[in-house]
DNA sequence: AGGTAATCGAGACGGTACGTCTTGTCTTACC
DNA sequence: GGTAAGACAAGACGTACCGTCTCGATTACCT
């Protein structure tokens, strides 16, 4: 619960925070292709060896500085108005807002599709970035059930996935803009089926 | 009304299905980041030029190939038995097999990875790639409308992402070992909602 | 002694001019080595295989344009106005003049270099380009020996090579401006020697 | 004053001299036109980007192999026994076995005619590779001319291009097998004149 | 007056080399 | 010992030409 044991002792702080910057301005300037290490190295005023002795891959550079963003300020729980329905609309529009911030779109994307290729930093990109947000879906279903307003037998971890991924499928492919009316449509059709009740 | 005037008027088929053969192969073999053009052309026995004379990138190589690779049979309609539940959980079943298959899900999963980032590919991808067996779904799901199966005002193009994308999401992001049991849910979530009926 | 016999037989002239004036030009303005046999066809109008056909390689075709242009007024003889001196100064001003038209200097510049790295390239060259211009000298250098202003056991081959060398040495090499002067010089030095008399 | 400030700070000895060798090794054995860049990079081990990084094409790397081949002894002076005609049918009989020595000849002819057609390399090669010998001869005609033994208005640096231009033509032209008593013969025409004494 | 075969333009093809760019390792000198 | 700097071996990039080849479409000769 102390200090980590082995971590770097001299490990330049201001490099670090020069690397993140110069990796997120990079991404954000000429695409996450076009980014390269040496790039990285040379606009944070950093030999390339520094990077390489503390990250294994461009990717992982990203990912880190995209994390280093997100720290501060706790993840807060979803809203609980006791309208299910209204609190994951809430939520979901202001998904999308986040989404179509290219702050937050360029990196997020780039990590995502190098996801998807490298297993590895799938997983890690999934229980880093992403987990954190879907548990909180979890504890508003397991709410709503315990209200009542859920049935008892459905397993929250994949409820969530009938708003949530299509959603992402939409941003991450480009078939949509996707709208305020979408989300709240997609979370009426989740909450209440497809069939005639 | 007589021949194609600017078709291109010599191209070898011989070359494109080598093209096409190594590009698989390649990517199949050592996955699709450490495929390059030079390696497709040296197994195709094809000079460079060759490809970037009919195509524009590794990306759009493999995006032909992989749909040559569909041409031929006629994609078949979902089946319908009537029972819409049960039509559902076999062609999704059917589904999971196909992603499980190394043969399709290397290319597949490389193609929607540079869709994410390259939205003109990614476009093309959906396309010409997704759209096609989504429509299917689009169908049964209207059929099913017209049989009171489903709500009238239930957007089909909507429904379906209550069970395709999460079973997509689940495989792009290698999030699951998606089961059987899994697609099942899906389709009994989104048919029967996740409020008490 | 009448026709030749496997010569070409349906040659097209038009080609033929067109690929000399091309290649001509494509020499003058952008150097001979920047020259390619693709960009000579080009601007020719004539398919690349017709070049290939006629010639077998660039040298070779330049080579054959440069003497085309040579073709139709016999090459004169040195003047004999009694005064050997004089009538090699005078020569060799209007060769001083002739090497500084870039129209000639260009092209002879680009088959002289070839020539010293093609041994065969180098043989015709010689025997078509220079040969018959030093004949000139050769038999000027004659008669000046029957007239005796030169010494009867001289070899004329090897006389002419005193004044002739220097400048085309000069010339390949960028050793010079060469001037008036530097001409007159040689001839002096070479008809008088070096050692006082 | 202290260390050179932006001279090359770390450039590897044992890269220069493994490129030196691979050059010249390569047009030994396939000739200039035929040796490429990633040839000599292929079999000095070293990657092409090292070459360069210091060379800007390829004669300038035979250039500099070439010289590198010559440093150590310091070229001697010409002999000077007080017979000016024997002491320059000496050299130059020598310099015809070096003509004809392959390890000399085929980089030595590939450099000329690279600067044939390439003015600054020409400058160059006149510069480093031809000026030192030169030089040997104007300081002997210089003390031939102090010794009464040449005329005193001769200008020793055009007088050398008598016997040393026709040399180097015929050698470069490939006009002659040239002899000893080729390079004679040219000593004493240039000695005594064309003209009757 | 056709028939036919060589020549023509065009340009795709398998290759090779180009000169540039980036990778990941390494070495040097500074602090 | 970490760092900025940057040389290094490796090798892919996308381009430019090479010399060969295959297409029709003219030709010009030869029946």
Redesign the interface.
Known sequence: MSAPPSAPRRRSERSRRAIYDAALSLVGEI???RTTIEGIAARAGVGKQTIYRWWSSKADVLLEAFLDLGDGPAPPALPDTGD?AADLKAVLRATVDTLRDPRFDTPA??L??????D?EL??R??AQL?QPSLQLYVDR?RAAQRA????PG??PR??L??FV??L???W????APFSYE?TD??VD?????????
Chains 1, 2, 3, 4 share one sequence.
């Open positions: 695409g996450y292709p299910l994307r780039a995502a599709a190098e996801g998807v290729v297993a799938g997983r990109v999934v992403l279903l009542g307003d859920v049935r459905i397993d994949i409820a996935e009938l991924s299509p992402a499928q939409r991450l492919q480009h078939t979408y449509t997609l059709y989740a909450l209440y089926g497809l069939v005639p009740r």
